[in-house]
């Protein structure tokens, strides 16, 4: 289990994600959370590709400041759908663009993951097909007026009001949280 594999390791959450700490506590990791307030550049097409490459630059910026037997998890989630990245609404305009986008259709969810530890960053992804319910107008208002949505990629949370649009997913649901718990614990098993 992961809280045996890390247990007497530093361990530092490359984050400000609320939802992040709270997996984290869920199974059991006491880490430090210091976010890593870097400039998140979109250079690549591959959504993959894309979260690998922000959790890498995560954990690189805030490695430098720790022991490299410290463990460093970065991560990054981003919500794909046709073709198009949608972030973290800037406004509820936006938040309301990417609800409708959303509505009676589905996206994935790909989240990157880097752990750098002994002087080495680790990098894998996880990627979730997510199946929304049909929205109305009133609906889309509604959940905007609880502000869950503007600090949410995607412009939605799963494991908040949000959690009454999604109709079903495939795969991680974890991941569609933020932090894809079994890709980090088989991550772990081979670092360590």
Do not use: W
Not at 2 to 7: D, P, S
Not at 89 to 111: C, G, I, M, W
Not at 161 to 172: A, K, N, P
């Amino acid at each position: 289990m992961i809280h045996n594999l890390v247990k007497g390791k530093q361990i530092i959450l490359a984050s400000a994600s609320p939802r992040r700490k709270h997996i984290f506590e869920m199974i059991g990791i006491k880490a430090l959370q210091m976010p890593a307030n870097i400039e998140e550049e979109n250079i690549y097409r591959s959504p993959a590709k894309l979260v690998k490459y922000h959790a890498k630059n995560k954990a690189k910026f805030i490695s430098k400041n720790f022991d490299s037997s410290c463990l460093i998890v970065a991560a990054d989630t981003l919500v794909y759908q046709n073709k198009k990245v949608l972030g973290k609404p800037e406004t509820k305009r936006q938040a309301a663009e990417f609800l409708n986008l959303l509505s009676d259709d589905f996206h994935y969810v790909y989240t990157g993951v880097a752990i750098a530890y002994k002087n080495q960053i680790h990098l894998d992804h996880e990627k979730t097909k997510v199946f929304f319910k049909a929205l109305s107008e009133e609906e889309i208002a509604e959940y905007i007026a609880t502000k869950e949505p503007l600090d949410k990629a995607g412009a939605y949370g799963i494991q908040g009001f949000g959690s009454q649009f999604i109709d079903r997913l495939v795969g991680c649901y974890f991941n569609v949280m933020g932090f894809p718990v079994t890709l980090f614990y088989q991550m772990l098993r081979n670092i360590l």
